[in-house]
């Protein structure tokens, strides 16, 4: 089974500085996720967003996360495949894709490493006998 981790939260109208402090804090995301009172999904915080409109320019880091969050991320839902996750993650160029219920609560994030680490271990024999570069054609048995 795929593991899923718990994601960075804060809430509506927490600061961009808190929110930065957050990840920080963690160690392990790139995002903060901002979720309502019900703990359903409003938005996303990004390294992205911090680092393309933060550093680009001066920004009041007291402003609410709501000034630069993206509103209505992409989600996937719990019945979604690994298979739906890595489109994702690939067409949009996300690294983090948060998990919701019916109700659009976040239940946690999907990141790439994690679905690597479920692939090598699921299919660990197929992984670990790749050659390194499978169109290169040794000219003798290693060792040989």
């Given at each position: 089974?795929?593991?899923?981790?718990?994601?960075?939260?804060?809430?509506?109208?927490?600061?961009?500085?808190?929110?930065?402090?957050?990840?920080?804090?963690?160690?392990?995301?790139d995002?903060?996720?901002?979720?309502?009172?019900?703990?359903?999904?409003?938005?996303?915080?990004?390294?992205?967003?911090?680092?393309?409109?933060?550093?680009?320019?001066?920004?009041?880091?007291?402003?609410?996360?709501?000034?630069?969050?993206?509103?209505?991320?992409?989600?996937?839902?719990?019945?979604?495949?690994i298979?739906?996750?890595?489109?994702?993650?690939?067409?949009?160029?996300?690294?983090?894709?948060?998990?919701?219920?019916?109700?659009?609560?976040?239940?946690?994030?999907?990141?790439?490493?994690?679905?690597?680490?479920?692939?090598?271990?699921?299919?660990?024999e197929?992984?670990?006998?790749?050659?390194?570069?499978?169109?290169?054609?040794?000219?003798?048995?290693?060792?040989?």
């Open positions: 089974m795929l593991s899923r981790r718990q994601p960075v939260t804060v809430l509506p109208g927490t600061t961009l500085a808190e929110c930065i402090r957050a990840i920080q804090r963690t160690g392990t995301g995002s903060v996720f901002v979720c309502d009172a019900k703990g359903r999904l409003t938005g996303v915080l990004t390294e992205r967003d911090i680092f393309g409109r933060i550093v680009g320019g001066r920004v009041d880091l007291g402003q609410p996360v709501e000034r630069l969050m993206t509103t209505e991320p992409r989600t996937l839902d719990l019945d979604d495949t298979r739906d996750a890595i489109v994702l993650m690939q067409t949009g160029r996300y690294r983090n894709v948060p998990l919701v219920d019916p109700a659009g609560h976040l239940v946690g994030v999907i990141r790439q490493a994690d679905i690597i680490k479920y692939l090598a271990e699921s299919f660990p197929e992984l670990l006998n790749l050659p390194p570069r499978p169109h290169q054609r040794m000219k003798a048995p290693e060792g040989g």
